[in-house]
């Protein structure tokens, strides 16, 4: 898989990403976030929450987030439960 980094702008196809998902979150830890791209340009942005600076987030931000999912998941237990 070919790998392109220029400027903090690391890129990679459509193509290679579905190919090889894993390298480009390996990509991703290494450098925060890899974009990727199809035949019009950039498409996509695959970033590492922890480290990234382009998803600049607290840790509370981040709690609530996968709560949010986690209620949405589960509501109808949830909704049982509080009967």
């Known amino acids: 898989m070919v ?4 400027s903090n702008n690391t890129t990679v ?10 390298a480009v979150a390996r990509v ?3 450098q925060g976030h890899v974009v990727i791209s199809d035949q019009d340009g950039p498409k996509y942005a695959v970033a590492n929450l922890d480290t990234s600076p382009l ?6 931000e981040k709690i609530n987030i ?17 009967k």
């Open 3 to 6: 790998i392109e980094m220029a």
């Open 13 to 22: 196809s459509l193509t290679e990403a579905d190919q090889d998902f894993a």
């Open 28 to 30: 991703a830890d290494e």
């Open 55 to 60: 998803i600049d987030l607290s840790d509370d």
């Open 66 to 82: 996968v709560a949010a999912r986690i209620l949405k998941r589960f509501r109808p237990a949830f909704m049982e439960l509080a």
